[in-house]
């Protein structure tokens, strides 16, 4: 079992700066991919970034130099620094994470409860 916790949504103007945390706990040790979804409202989630545990890490298209996705993997904790935001970039955010193998039977990723990120003046 995996429990992830995001903080550090809000409002923001066109822009500007933001950073999301994530605090994961639990099964930390089986962790390998930890990253970060999102969704606004009438679309599907989509993948936002990613990094794995060896610091592989991939990028949504329209938030490539714009933001960065780090890992503490010491602390379990993965952070999304957001730049240069833009009112697209509005939704809620989830963390994510990706296991090794499953820790609890058929559940091998496990998602955070999600924070709001709106961009508007």
């Known amino acids: 079992q995996v429990q992830l916790v995001e903080s550090g949504g809000g409002l923001v103007q066109p822009g500007g700066s933001m950073r999301l945390s994530c605090a994961a706990s639990?099964?930390?040790?089986?962790?390998?991919?930890m990253g970060w979804y999102r969704q606004a409202p009438g679309k599907q989630r989509e993948q936002v970034a990613g990094i794995t545990k060896s610091g592989y890490t991939n990028y949504e298209d329209s938030v490539k130099g714009r933001f960065t996705i780090s890992r503490d993997t010491t602390k379990s904790k993965v952070y999304l620094q957001m730049n240069s935001l833009k009112p697209e970039d509005t939704a809620i955010y989830f963390c994510?994470?990706?296991?090794?193998?499953?820790?609890?039977?058929?559940?091998?990723?496990?998602w955070g409860q999600g924070t709001q990120v709106t961009v508007s003046s």
């Open positions: 639990g099964s930390v040790s089986s962790i390998n991919v």
């Open positions: 994510h994470v990706g296991m090794i193998f499953p820790v609890e039977p058929g559940v091998d990723a496990y």
